[in-house]
């Protein structure tokens, strides 16, 4: 069930990605919830480390929201310029 739990964060939290980053993005189902798991592992492990929140605060979802943001940003600069 964790790795299911897993998906379905990274897919909700993919698409509130999607919502707030203004212009179209041309991805589809399986990789807005790749960009969402990126997002969540990426704020995960940065902000716990440096000490913004602990494991289970609510600021974990919305860094996990800001993280999948920066990577769908970073993403549309890699296609951009390809």
């Not at 589809?28 to 592992?41: D, E, H, K, P, Y």
């Amino acid at each position: 069930m964790h790795l299911l739990g897993v998906i379905i964060i990274g897919f909700v939290v993919g698409i509130i990605a999607r919502l707030l980053k203004p212009g179209p993005d041309g991805m589809g189902f399986i990789m807005t919830t790749l960009v969402g798991i990126g997002g969540a592992l990426l704020a995960t492990y940065a902000g716990q480390t440096f000490g913004f929140y602990h494991a289970g605060e609510t600021a974990g979802f919305i860094g996990a929201v800001v993280g999948a943001v920066v990577l769908l940003i970073g993403i549309s600069m890699v296609r951009s310029r390809g």
